[in-house]
């Protein structure tokens, strides 16, 4: 199943990051970094990598080519989603919708980087998926817009 990073910052400068997300980054099909200085880190590592500000200025989605509407599964976090560019979540999300069935995965709650209340912001809350669910509907997606750790580790 294709992994794709978005508008991501890495450091990898402890021995114990290199060695957790090294192996599991050659694995995945695209990853966009929003700085140089992330860029320069992947590549050090011999990963490719765009830089990329931000989801909303991606290109549209082209169909994955199934005969079935694609489900894209996503695992977003509120650090994040700045709330200066919630309307333009909105326009993102509402704009993927048209094309694709999305499935909101919920992977931090409690605190102040509840998944639930982003996606209450983000006017999708009546759509998330259940933790027990979690990873049928990985399992069975096109692919996966995640900017959580563990969404990208059972992705993989």
Known sequence: KPVILLSQNFSLTRSISRHLWVPLLKKVRKITVRDTASQKILHSFGIDASVLPDLTFLPPLLPLGSSQRDVIALALCRGGVKKSQMNLWRQWISKLQQQYHLRFLVFQTGGGDDDRQLYQELGVG?????????LKVLASSSFLI????HSIVFAV
Do not use: A, K, N
């Open 126 to 134: 009546e759509d998330l998926v259940s933790q027990e669910d979690t």
């Open 146 to 149: 995640g900017m959580r750790y």
